[in-house]
Antibody, heavy 120, light 107 residues
Framework: EVQLVESGGTLVQPGGSLRLSCAAS????????MNWVRQAPGKGLEWIAY????????DYADSVKGRFTISRDNAKNSLFLQMNSLRDEDTAVFYC?????????????WGQGTLVTVSS | EIVLTQSPGTLSLSPGERATLSCRAS???????LAWYQQKPGQAPRLLIR???RRATGIPDRFSGSGSGTDFTLTISRLEPEDFAVYYC?????????FGQGTKVEI
């Protein structure tokens, strides 16, 4: 069974930093691209970051470029999102999501999400 | 950036009725790389349709997708109680991958 379990979400002050993790199981993690997608409270979905299976290609939404960094550790079946210079508008549930194949852009499976609250 | 506009915002229907959801793109979505997702309260989204018209694995055949270019449709032929949810379209051909704002299907 495919599973993606996010962790690391918490309350953080504006300007602070946070690192999210996603533990993958039930599939060959090293063969799939991965994404982070967020959802502000009561709002829609926003794709924010993508990484290919080998980490050779990385892409970000403009809203997080220069502040967030996506990375992965295929040996540990883990995906990460380092978030710096956090703003109030970054408050959201952050979903780890699997891409189709090693470099596919289609998202075919989602984790349950972790809540990040940015507030003083 | 491709902007996706979904309509209507809310669809009020009864079980057994047909639901027709629209997704219009501000530019052509290349290769019909358009997906539909279902999200229930407190849950993660679930992939329903890929490539505009191909059902994802395990999705019942009452869900169908159609369209090309800039106009896409998700149809639920006969609503089941578990189908009441929010539906999002997403284009995955051009970066940034963008989502529509969602259509809520309610009883």
């Amino acid at each position: 069974e495919v599973q993606l379990v996010e962790s690391g979400g918490t309350l953080v002050q504006p300007g602070g930093s946070l690192r999210l993790s996603c533990a993958a199981s039930g599939f060959t993690f090293s063969s799939y691209s991965m994404n982070w997608v967020r959802q502000a409270p009561g709002k829609g979905l926003e794709w924010i970051a993508y990484i290919t299976s080998s980490s050779s290609t990385i892409d970000y939404a403009d809203s997080v470029k220069g502040r967030f960094t996506i990375s992965r550790d295929n040996a540990k079946n883990s995906l990460f999102l380092q978030m710096n210079s956090l703003r109030d508008e970054d408050t959201a549930v952050f979903y780890c999501a699997r891409g189709e194949g090693s470099a596919g852009w289609l998202i075919d499976f989602w984790g349950q999400g972790t809540l990040v609250t940015v507030s003083s | 950036e491709i902007v996706l506009t979904q309509s209507p915002g809310t669809l009020s229907l009864s079980p057994g009725e047909r639901a027709t959801l629209s997704c219009r793109a501000s530019q052509t979505v290349g290769d019909n790389h358009l997906a539909w997702y279902q999200q229930k309260p407190g849950q993660a989204p679930r992939l329903l349709i890929r490539g505009a018209s191909r059902r994802a694995t395990g999705i019942p055949d009452r869900f169908s997708g159609s369209g090309s270019g800039t106009d896409f449709t998700l149809t639920i032929s006969r609503l089941e109680p578990e189908d009441f949810a929010v539906y999002y379209c997403q284009q995955y051909n051009t970066s940034p991958r963008t989502f529509g704002q969602g259509t809520k299907v309610e009883i």
